[in-house]
């Protein structure tokens, strides 16, 4: 069979990668790709990111599944759009995908549904946005509605940040809008699991550094690095989040007359004291999240794709390494505000049945592997810990260069620092 993976991140080179091991498949497509998925067996890039160019090739190849990996072509409806043809696709419709593409369908949807959430107000004129900053004070949270590839989000920690982030954010143009929430304080996870519209099949969860620089200082990024699993999900607060939050949540789309299926993604915060509140919903897998996980994966991604598809979650298990996963990304010069193209990468090193690296911001120029900008590498490693996997990963990026890189050095530092 062949698969077609739209995207061009280091989320989708991992899920190729995963996709292209299944014995059952003959070819993967990654439209666009990057420089990496052009290296990986098996895998070969399209030129192609329109929806209609699309769906053409997949009804002429023909392609047995597609997997779609960023937000912006399910913002889009291409699930939609290839659904009318009758061609199988693992993803969200356009309906569904607006609890990502609208913070304030989303918010809406939790308070309706009692989902556990952050106090929020919604503006679209700067005035009143400015008025309930200054009457609820700092620390806030201030959100850009739309999609912003996980860098529309302020923690202004003082009222002259959130003041200039909603100027900026709004800036007099028609129909912006900004969700302003109440600060949370507590520790970040993720938490992944693919849904067929009633069933859920949870992923492993982990955990990403959003904070540009070391000690998660510095300004919001799409992921500087990511591990599997993250330790403050207990056995116990997972089943929460699974009782609480997912089920409630593919319960609720149903009803609102939009079932959801495809890659679902709770951002939670979770308080010292084990309270669970949703930040964010992603209608994808998170980007560096992916590529810890499939690092973990040993059951055939293929079979799960499928299981989704056909609405069979519950009647599918999925098999995971016992270790530990941790991608450590390395960034352009000038990322996150101007991200620089073209700087030559040097040592770029073979994979290992330990570590692999997966490319997001690549591609070639005069055969050798450039950078494009913004993220451009994730190494991501095993170990039988978190800590083994950390000194693995910083060990393959020795061997790694380019100009002006940037990258942080004490990714997985929370589970290393945590309290047993």
């Known amino acids: 069979m062949k698969l077609l993976v739209i995207g061009s991140g280091g989320r989708e080179h991992a899920l190729a990668w995963r996709l292209a091991q299944s014995p059952r498949v003959q070819k993967v497509y990654v439209a666009p790709g990057n420089a990496g998925t052009a290296l990986e067996d098996g895998v ?26 960023p937000e912006v072509p399910l913002a889009a409806g291409v699930v939609d759009a290839f659904r009318e043809k009758n061609l199988r696709i693992f993803g969200p419709t356009q309906a569904a995908a607006q609890l990502e593409s609208s913070k304030d369908f989303a918010k809406r949807f939790m308070i309706r549904h009692n989902i ?9 004129k700067a005035q009143p946005a400015h008025a309930y900053v200054d009457a609820e004070g700092a620390p806030i949270v201030i959100k850009a509605d739309g999609l912003a590839a996980g860098k529309g989000v302020v923690i202004a920690s003082s009222s002259e940040e959130a003041h200039a982030a909603i100027d900026r954010m709004l800036s007099n143009k028609e129909g912006e809008r900004v969700v302003i929430e109440e600060f949370i304080a507590g520790e970040e996870a993720s938490f992944i699991v ?56 593919l319960a609720g789309m149903t009803r609102d ?8 993604y709770a ?63 390395m960034a352009a010069a000038g990322y996150p505000e101007d991200p620089r193209k073209n700087d030559a990468i040097r040592g770029l090193p073979k994979s290992t049945e330990d570590s692999h690296v997966f490319h997001a911001g690549t591609t070639t120029r005069d055969g050798k592997v450039v950078t494009q900008g913004g993220r451009v590498l994730c190494v991501t490693t095993l170990g039988d810990n978190v800590r083994a996997a950390q000194r693995r990963a910083y060990e393959v990026i020795d061997a790694i260069s380019f100009d002006g890189m940037q990258y942080r050095r004490d990714i997985g530092h929370r589970a290393i620092g945590r309290k047993t």
């Open 267 to 329: 951002g939670l915060m979770i308080k010292p004291d084990g309270t669970l509140k949703v930040l964010e919903f992603n209608c994808r897998m998170g980007d560096p999240e992916t590529q810890p996980i499939m690092m973990r994966l040993k059951s055939d991604l293929v079979a799960l794709v499928d299981a989704a598809i056909d609405g069979h979650l519950d009647k599918i298990e999925a098999e995971w390494d016992r270790r530990a996963a941790l991608g450590v990304v």
């Open 44 to 69: 070969e890039n399209l030129p192609l990111t329109a929806i209609e160019d699309l769906l053409t090739f997949a009804l002429d190849e023909p392609i047995y599944a597609t997997v779609v990996g």
């Open 116 to 124: 556990p959430t952050a106090k929020f107000a919604t503006f679209t």
């Open 194 to 249: 693919m849904a067929d519209g009633v069933h859920a099949l949870p992923l492993p969860t982990s955990q990403d550094h959003k904070r540009l620089l070391d000690g998660d200082q510095g300004p919001n990024t799409g992921g500087m690095g990511a591990y599997s699993p993250a330790p403050v999900v207990t056995p116990e607060i997972h089943a929460r989040v699974m009782r609480e939050i997912i089920m409630p949540t």
């Open 257 to 264: 007359g939009i079932p959801y299926s495809g890659f679902l």
